[in-house]
């Protein structure tokens, strides 16, 4: 029975063994096949990552615009002005808003410097032209945005590395309190690897999805995330690595990760940092409703502002501030006291046709601002002292409302508490002396006394469909600016200078001619009693004409002795009634920013306007034969601003008889500007004056004729003194050269001693 057995006992074992083999085999296989697959599949990513040239070729070279520059000698604790370099990711699309409103709202009252990083193709949006933009090579607007992130860093250590203390990586929907945020960054060593922001570990949906240890964390990106310059020195270098290695579609996450394994810091663990960098999970309601609450004024950051008009008005609700002074406005006479308005249950002023009045809502409000940033300030440090003071109300006060701002007096009924230590618990009264400054300017554009709104690229509403567009026959989608469509009508009295006059040709071709610029030349042409410039300079404006045969230039000859006033008036006869008319001089070089300003603050009927021009000084005295001086170089170096030169004017042709005209009988240069001016002041329409940068007059030897009238005469030396250079440089000169104060003395001895 056993030898009968045993050899089919052996068979069945064989097949079973054979099968088993089979089963395995084919595990390990399918192993291995995965394994490689898995492999090859990393492989092939990092040669997709290794050959893009974004990461090859240093986003330094980016064609950036407006990016901020520095001075040689801004270096780091050098400056109050380099302290922090925010980087600001966005988007093309929302360049013209979002971006724009950050750049507009605290992003001009920055420590330092900003700039907006977008995708490759971003370009300046036109409604903000001096937006800092950095469009990075081979990033695109996809999200996530974990490369634009990473190569915003690269740029920012690669141009400003040596140059700021810290580094901000900020979302286009943040708002920072840059006060704040300044102070916070003063308390903290830069010299250290310092990774500041919100700490997080995801949420309950993603906890444990995010590749992380259980004592790792990152910093959330929305309310903004701080590096110290240490902190990306050491991961810059392994920014490739970190793109290369991404184990989750966070681009904070990812950043966190890299700071952790190179720069070997968690983000900052502090409880603290909830309130300081505050995010609202409201999404876009945030900062919408009410801000009046703790968590907003306790706050540097806040996220997310979703909304542009939120941002203004959230800025505008910062910038108000509380400094403690009532002596902002000194009377120098009882008609300048201004009285105060005592405030109880009721408000009693004297200026008010209702002396005993209710207390407004405004006014109400304005006091519980007050009264809540002043127990603010109290309990700012009351942690570390152990007490607390608490208000229980406003018994009286008293408010007044001046130029300088809002002052106010309050009798405050507190409750002081000490709760280490021996618990005290006390009531007590304090006053409390308020001044708030009015926050800062505001302007609007006007055209023609209408307010000028932003046309946005977005409006499709059936109002701008049939209007302009196809219904009316207009295939130019682009409607006609109000203010660039004027034509400035340039009115030029000449008499010889032939030679300033071919600089003055050169300038109105550079700015006008070959630009497009709507304007027209009209000269009015006296001959010169000693240059022989007549026909020269006829022959010289038929060049230009036919040079520039759509372009419209005027020559006007008049016989007889030169006349300022009469050549600016036979000028005006040649307009319309509705003409913009500039009265120039052959000395005066301009831009275009000027002709703008010019377009801009003559309104017909209603305003005039004065330019106040900058004159140069003797270029030879100022800076010697060596240096030739740049025509808009501004400073008091190198010339004045003429505060009572009233030449130069733009207004309409019939604001020209309005006014009255000019005095036709006074001969030769001067005093017709002045006379003109004191009219338009009376005529009861504006008189505009403000300085131009843009308009420049050149410097050239004045010759004051004997043949001129006393006035005329002591006008002309006048303006010839002021020509020669400033109070600084002459006084260095005489300072320099003894002869001259010795000159001076005794001449002076001499006319207050004639017998001797």
């Known amino acids: ?15 079973g063994s054979a099968f088993l083999g089979l089963f395995v085999g084919l595990i390990l296989g399918f192993l291995i096949l995965s394994y490689r697959l898995i492999v090859f599949n990393q492989q092939q990513q990092v040669a997709i990552w290794t050959s893009m040239p974004g990461l090859r070729s240093s986003p330094s070279k980016a064609p950036a615009r407006n990016v901020p520059t520095l001075k040689d000698d801004e270096q780091i604790n050098s400056s109050t002005s380099n302290l922090v370099f925010v980087g600001v990711m966005t988007a093309q699309k929302y360049l013209d808003t979002r971006a724009k409103a950050v750049y507009e709202t605290w992003g001009k009252e920055l420590p330092g410097k900003i700039a907006f990083f977008s995708s490759e193709s971003s370009t300046v949006p ?23 992130s990473f190569m915003m860093l690269q740029y920012m250590w690669s141009n400003f590395g040596d140059r700021f203390e810290w580094f901000l990586r900020a979302d286009d929907d943040v708002y920072v309190r840059t006060d704040r945020l300044e102070t916070l960054l003063r308390s903290v060593d830069s010299r250290r690897a310092m990774y500041i922001g919100q700490a997080g570990r995801g949420n309950s ?16 990106g929305g309310p903004g995330v701080v590096l110290s310059r240490e902190t990306l020195r050491r991961i810059v270098p392994h920014i490739k690595y970190c793109l290369r290695h991404l184990y989750t579609t966070h681009e904070d996450v990812e950043l966190g990760r890299c700071v952790k394994k190179y720069a070997g810091i968690p983000c900052t ?24 609450k703790k968590e907003v004024h306790r706050a540097i950051t806040l996220h997310p502002v979703k909304s542009p008009p939120h941002m203004y008005r959230l800025h505008n609700y910062m910038r108000v501030r509380v400094p403690a002074s009532l002596r902002s406005f000194k009377p120098t006479t009882s008609d300048e006291v201004i009285p105060w308005d005592f405030l109880l249950k009721l408000e009693y002023s004297l200026t008010d046709s209702n002396p005993r009045r209710r207390i407004h809502s405004d006014i109400k409000e304005g006091l519980e601002d007050i009264t809540r940033e002043v127990m603010a300030s109290i309990n700012s440090y009351s942690r570390q002292r152990g007490r607390v003071v608490e208000e229980r ?14 002052d106010t007096i309050l009798d405050l009924l507190l409750v002081y508490r000490k709760y280490r230590g021996r618990k005290v618990t006390l009531p007590v009264r304090r006053h409390v002396y308020l001044h708030q400054h009015f926050t800062g300017l505001e302007m609007r554009e006007t055209v023609n006394g209408i307010e000028v709104q932003l046309r946005q690229e977005s409006d499709k509403s059936i109002r701008s469909l049939l209007y302009g567009g196809f219904l009316n026959l207009n295939f130019n989608s682009q409607e006609e600016d109000p203010v660039q469509s004027k034509i400035i009508n340039f009115i030029l009295p000449l008499s010889g200078r032939f030679e300033i006059f071919q600089r003055f040709l050169q ?7 070959t630009s497009g610029e709507k304007t027209s030349l009209l000269v009015v042409l006296y001959q010169h009693k000693s240059e022989n410039t007549f026909n020269k300079t006829i022959d010289l404006i038929e060049q230009f004409r036919y040079k520039y045969r759509s372009a419209s230039i005027e020559i006007l000859p008049v016989t007889g002795d030169f006349s300022r006033a009469r050549a600016l008036d036979l000028g005006v006869s040649k307009m319309q009634a509705d003409d913009l008319m500039l009265f120039i001089d052959v000395d005066i070089v301009f831009t275009e920013s000027a002709l703008h300003r010019i377009r801009l603050n003559t309104l017909p009927g209603r305003r005039i306007y004065f330019p106040i021009v900058f004159s140069q000084y003797d270029p ?18 190198s010339g004045h601003w003429r505060q009572y030169g009233f030449g130069i004017v733009s207004l309409y042709k019939s604001d020209y008889h309005t006014v009255g005209g000019l005095d036709l009988s006074i001969q030769g240069w001067g005093k017709e500007d002045v006379e003109f001016f004191e009219k338009t002041v ?30 005329q005469f002591s006008m002309c030396m006048g303006s010839k003194a002021d020509t020669y250079a400033g109070v600084e440089t002459l006084a260095n000169t005489i300072y320099g050269n003894p002869d001259i104060l010795r000159f001076a003395k005794e001449r002076r001895q001499r006319r207050t001693n004639p017998a001797g």
């Open 1 to 15: 029975m056993g030898e009968v057995t045993h050899p089919v006992m052996r068979k069945r074992r064989g097949v």
């Open 126 to 148: 036109e409604n903000c032209p001096d937006l800092p933009l950095v469009p990075l090579p081979r990033v695109d607007d996809t999200y996530p945005p974990q490369k634009k």
């Open 205 to 220: 949906e993603e906890f444990g999805l995010l590749s992380l240890e259980y004592d790792e964390n990152f910093c959330m």
């Open 269 to 292: 663990w502090s409880y603290e940092m909830q309130s300081i960098l505050y995010h609202n999970s409201s999404g876009a309601q945030a900062f919408t409703g009410n801000l009046k």
């Open 393 to 406: 109300s406003a018994l009286y006060g008293y408010r007044r409302v001046n130029s300088y701002g809002a």
């Open 507 to 513: 300038n109105y071709e550079d700015i006008c001619l």
């Open 620 to 637: 030879k005295v100022v800076y010697g034969e060596a240096r030739k001086q740049d025509k808009f170089t501004i400073n008091e170096l």
């Open 682 to 711: 009376k005529s009861g329409l504006d008189v505009f004056r403000a300085a131009d940068r843009h308009l420049v007059h050149v410097y050239h030897e004045i010759e004051c004729s004997r043949e001129l009238s006393n006035l």
